[in-house]
């Protein structure tokens, strides 16, 4: 059997793969995901997996499988990765409080043996209720959201914080069940 490694440390995308019921191992990407600018394309994300993958892929035996992927949140045309600081989390929940709003999650997995490749990206939208400053506030010191692109988790989200959102839940948390599983039976992993 091949081995399935999930080139990511995110808790999320372990919770996915392991709610899928998929034997696999983490070993995290050490890719600098750092863009030259902050104007969306799905073939930057897309890239961005690709590095992502390819980082653990050398590092890896030919039995291997390796699964990454990448999520962004994309507001008019723009994207609002992670914010690293309180301040910069406030600006963007600012920005896109009573707005919609995109989430597009890349995946590139490759499977060593065979060689193969297959990417595939993911999206779904979501729109904010209008957030006061004390909601964004209290969002900020409540759930630590500098680690998040675009600086929150839908999964923890207050319900009145959320007008409504279109697609999959999962790919907004960070990876769509749907589209792993047709990545995973196109690389002749799942059958």
């Not at 999206?123 to 004390?134: A, L």
């Not at 959102?165 to 196109?186: D, H, R, Y």
Request: glycine fraction near 4%; charged fraction near 25%; include cysteine.
């Amino acid at each position: 059997m091949v081995r399935l490694i999930l080139a990511s440390n995110s808790p999320r995308r372990k919770k996915i793969f392991t709610d899928m019921g998929l034997e696999y191992e983490v070993i995290p990407s050490n890719y600098d995901e750092k863009m030259d600018s902050d104007e969306f394309n799905y073939e930057k994300i897309e890239d961005i997996a690709t590095q992502k993958c390819l980082d653990v892929y050398r590092r890896v035996d030919n039995n291997s499988l390796v699964f990454a992927a990448d999520t962004v949140v994309v507001h008019r045309g723009k994207i609002l990765g992670k914010p690293h600081t309180k301040e910069r989390a406030y600006e963007m929940l600012k920005e896109l409080s009573g707005e919609t709003h995109s989430v597009v999650t890349a995946i590139c997995a490759i499977n060593k043996k065979t060689n193969r490749a297959v990417t595939l990206s993911t999206t779904s939208y979501v729109k904010f209720t209008q957030w006061s400053d004390e909601m964004i506030h209290h969002y900020i010191d409540k759930y630590s959201p500098l680690d998040k692109a675009g600086s929150y988790g839908i999964q923890e989200l207050p319900p009145n914080y959320i007008d409504k959102f279109e697609g999959s839940f999962e790919n907004i948390v960070g990876l769509c069940p749907e589209a792993a599983k047709t990545v995973l039976t196109q690389l002749e992993y799942l059958c």
